[in-house]
């Protein structure tokens, strides 16, 4: 199971870097003045991990690199104004909810986890930040069709 997701986390990681890089770019033109993050999830461990975005582009880890999610963390979405990260839970078939502090670490927000449907596999923020859509894989995720 675990080699049947590992291309998944590294196509996330790879999302969420190019994600945090072109969120920053918007971001110095709104002059908000807050530090910049990237996330990424690993279905190994059941977690999700936070990086500081240097001005160069170069990741390290937060100082709390991680934290706890559902089972089998696919996908992860943040909200234009970087202040939610939404994470979809493949075999839990849920979606975890955090608020981002201002160095980057999460907090569950309030009836986190939300529950997804059948299979939840990726995830994505509207403009507004007011709606979190999540599409479901059901059956076609975990192999059996």
């Known amino acids: 199971m675990k080699s049947r997701y590992f291309p998944f ?3 996330v990681l790879l999302f969420v870097a190019w ?3 072109s969120q ?3 971001a110095q033109a709104s002059e908000r003045g807050r530090a910049e993050f990237a996330y990424a999830v690993d279905q190994n461990s059941n977690a999700i991990f936070g990086f500081n975005l240097d001005a ?3 990741l390290s880890p937060l100082t709390t690199p991680s934290f706890p999610t559902g089972s089998a963390p696919n996908g992860v979405a943040v909200d234009p104004r970087g202040r939610f990260v939404y994470v979809v839970n493949l075999v839990s078939n849920d979606v975890s909810g955090y608020a981002i502090a ?3 670490t999460l907090s569950p927000v309030p009836g986190s986890p939300f529950p997804a449907g ?7 923020v509207d403009p507004t930040g007011r709606f979190v859509y999540v599409a479901n894989c059901a059956a076609l995720c975990s192999g059996s069709g």
């Open 118 to 124: 059948s299979g939840p596999g990726w995830i994505t």
């Open 24 to 26: 920053k770019s918007s």
């Open 56 to 58: 160069n582009g170069a």
């Open 102 to 104: 201002k160095d980057g």
């Open 9 to 11: 986390i590294g196509s």
């Open 19 to 21: 994600f945090a890089v």
